[in-house]
């Protein structure tokens, strides 16, 4: 069974740093794209961040340039989202997604086939 | 590429047939996925590359259209259908979510 499991949230300052995990199981991990994708409170979908399998390529929404970096730890089994100079506008649940398609072509896109239950990131004062 | 969904809320009845519409600001080729969240839960893959179901979505949902138009069909809504739907593209980076429609009783 899969399952996708995020740590790592809570409460932070302006201008503070988060690192969230995803620890991933019932697949194999290094075979698959992974994403991050946030849910502010009462809103809609927003996609952060990508990485293939072998976390050779890395993606951004414009909102996480410069500020996030993603990564992964395939002998952990383990997805990572760095975060700094975090803002009140990145207040958000925050989930790991995992791509469906096995060793997907680095380059293309993904959909997400298996969501974790999120975890709470807010940034306040 | 922006995804517009419209209409933002759907009010049916059980048993109604419910037509979600997403709309790309570009070409998107077939690369369109559809998602359904409810209060408090994941979202879950309904239909990816335009058309074709996930592992154990039942057949009233179908998905249709490419290019920058496409449909989401719910042929007879369940109970448990009452639910916030997504689209979101996978042609490029980066990648993109509609809005969503909330479909209501």
């Known amino acids: 069974e899969v399952q996708l499991l995020e740590s790592g949230g809570g409460l932070v300052q302006p201008g503070g740093s988060l690192r969230l995990s995803c620890a991933a199981s019932g697949f194999t991990f290094s075979s698959y794209a992974m994403s991050w994708v946030r849910q502010a409170p009462g809103k809609g979908l927003e996609w952060v961040s990508g990485i293939s399998g072998s976390g050779d390529s890395t993606y951004y929404a414009d909102s996480a340039k410069g500020r996030f970096t993603i990564s992964r730890d395939n002998s952990k089994n383990t997805l990572y989202l760095q975060m700094n100079s975090l803002r009140a506008e990145d207040t958000a649940l925050y989930y790991c997604a995992k791509d469906p398609i096995y060793n997907r072509a680095v380059g293309a896109g993904n959909s997400f086939d298996y969501w974790g239950q999120g975890t709470l990131v807010t940034v306040s004062s | ?105």
């Not at chain 2, 809320?9 to 997403?22: F, I, K, N, Q």
């Not at chain 2, 920058?68 to 009452?82: C, K, M, N, Q, V």
């Open chain 2, 1 to 105: 590429i922006v995804l517009t969904q419209s209409p933002a809320t759907l009010s049916l009845s059980p048993g109604e047939r419910a037509t979600l519409s997403c709309r790309a600001s570009q070409s998107v080729s077939s690369f369109l996925a559809w998602y359904q969240q409810k209060p408090g839960q994941a979202p879950r893959l309904l239909i990816y590359d335009a058309f074709n179901r996930a592992t154990g979505i039942p057949a009233r949902f179908s998905g249709s259209g490419s290019g920058t138009d496409f449909t989401l069909t719910i042929s007879s809504l369940e109970p448990e259908d009452f639910a916030v739907y997504y689209c979101q593209q996978r042609s490029n980076w980066p990648l993109t979510f509609g809005g969503g429609t909330k479909v209501e009783i």
